[in-house]
């Protein structure tokens, strides 16, 4: 994802990356770490990383982490996905408990994008990489069972797997160091247990909150 904004000063060129850039074997990650992405999704955004620098070194780019948020509908995202596992309990389901994510709200990269690019307004030599992650480190597990928890949902059906991902490579921790921004005193985090209940209580109606 990619967009400009423009001021007296020019146009300002903004790119959307990702935590799988990493190989997820050494974090916390600084942004001038190596990047080592294990699959083609994390490949092609170092690839686009790089271009994109090359052609314009005044661009600026966030890596953001998993996102999860106001759904228009069940199952848009990886992280509704496990709602979904939890509301059909007919179906048993092995779930990751070994991949580490640090989930983020979209409202909270937006917020933060609006950060950025008010603070490139004001600083016009601000560019490269930055980098933002949630605060809380959760395998989709353990997601479940906070999903489970916020909305009283068993989650009998549910089985822990504490192996690497059969199917596609995928980094085992990718934590973000999110130095750059918090030095310029941009961030912002929404607990994920207030986010998920927020975001995801439509699609479970008959929830009880108590």
């Known amino acids: 994802v990619c967009f400009c904004f423009s001021d007296q000063e020019g146009i300002s060129f903004f790119f959307i990356s990702t935590d799988y850039v990493f190989d997820g074997s050494n974090p916390p990650y600084k942004e001038t770490d190596k990047t080592n992405p ?14 994109i620098l090359a052609a314009n070194p005044d661009a600026c780019i966030l890596r953001i982490p998993v996102l999860y948020g106001d759904e228009e509908f069940l199952g848009e995202s990886a992280l509704s996905i496990l709602l979904t596992n939890l509301l059909d309990s007919s179906k048993q389901q092995v779930v990751s408990d070994y991949e580490i994510r640090f989930p983020s709200h979209c409202d909270d990269i937006a917020a933060i994008l609006y950060q950025l690019v008010e603070k490139k307004f004001q600083e016009p030599g601000m560019n490269g990489v930055y980098q933002w992650c949630g605060s809380e480190p959760l395998t989709k597990y353990g997601m479940t069972k906070i999903i489970s928890e916020v909305f009283n949902i068993p989650m009998d059906n549910i089985t822990a797997d504490p192996t690497p991902s059969h199917t596609a490579a995928r980094p085992h921790n990718t934590q973000l160091c999110r130095g750059r921004l918090e030095s310029l005193g941009i961030g912002h985090h929404t607990p994920f247990r207030a986010g998920i209940r927020r975001s995801f209580c439509k699609f479970v109606p008959n929830h009880d909150l108590s």
């Not at 994390?42 to 790089?50: C, I, L, N, Y």
């Open 38 to 51: 294990l699959n083609k999704y994390g490949k092609t955004k170092v690839q686009a990383e790089e271009t």
